[in-house]
T-cell receptor, first 115, second 112 residues
Framework: GAGVSQSPSNKVTEKGKDVELRCDPI?????LYWYRQSLGQGLEFLIY????????KSGLPSDRFSAERTGGSVSTLTIQRTQQEDSAVYLC?????????????FGPGTRLTVT | RKEVEQDPGPFNVPEGATVAFNCTYS??????FFWYRQDCRKEPKLLMS???SGNEDGRFTAQLNRASQYISLLIRDSKLSDSATYLC?????????????FGKGTHLIIQP
């Protein structure tokens, strides 16, 4: 079946511009997550949605970052006034609970480059 | 102390050999544990969940030691296609609101 999809796959933007990244989770997965992975680094958890609500936004790196999810499906991650340190791969995952575990399935990511 | 620590490697292993990785975690409240694999410039893919009693999936065996706070992954009869970075992943709550905490990964190279 269809996996998690993300768009765009690559985005090059100038410093100071706003960008919007999109994630379409696996159908029926109620939980959605955003992570980012900088070059040579591990994955950094950003935010989690259960349905349309995000209980905890403290993982977002700064107030330039925001995320929303509507209709319990598609989510967008917006970065305002991008900085060079925002350059990374932004990964979205969705999950369904299996036993006591939420097994997460990742999309292919959006590679963001801020010049 | 890092939350999840792994030996970055690389581990260079001949095809057909058995290889094992360990990972340690610092949060004793962690409830759920996973191994993911990540190929170069690709997204992480779930390899297996790790259960308290240990579990096996084909050539892969995962073990959890809560007392010592480490997780292991054993790969038997390694194949060239096993070459990847293996990510140790833990979560306090099963991966819900807390998300997952990833190690930086162990790089495995299977040599012909």
């Amino acid at each position: 079946g269809a996996g998690v999809s993300q768009s765009p796959s690559n985005k090059v933007t100038e410093k100071g511009k706003d960008v919007e990244l999109r994630c379409d989770p696996i159908s029926g997965h109620t939980a959605l997550y955003w992570y980012r992975q900088s070059l040579g680094q591990g994955l950094e958890f950003l935010i989690y949605f259960q349905g349309n609500s995000a209980p905890d936004k403290s993982g977002l790196p700064s107030d330039r970052f925001s995320a929303e999810r509507t209709g319990g499906s598609v989510s967008t991650l917006t970065i305002q006034r991008t900085q060079q340190e925002d350059s990374a791969v932004y990964l979205c995952a969705s999950s369904i609970r299996t036993g006591d575990n939420y097994e997460q399935y990742f999309g292919p990511g959006t590679r963001l480059t801020v010049t | 102390r890092k939350e999840v620590e792994q030996d970055p490697g690389p581990f260079n292993v001949p095809e057909g050999a058995t290889v094992a990785f360990n990972c340690t975690y610092s949060n004793s409240a962690s409830q759920s544990f996973f191994w993911y694999r990540q190929d170069c410039r690709k997204e992480p893919k779930l390899l297996m969940s790790v259960y308290s009693s240990g579990n096996e999936d084909g050539r892969f065996t995962a073990q959890l030691n809560r007392a010592s706070q480490y997780i292991s992954l054993l790969i038997r009869d390694s194949k060239l296609s096993d070459s990847a970075t293996y990510l140790c992943v833990v979560s306090p709550s099963g991966g819900g609101a807390d998300g997952l905490t990833f190690g930086k990964g162990t790089h495995l190279i299977i040599q012909p």
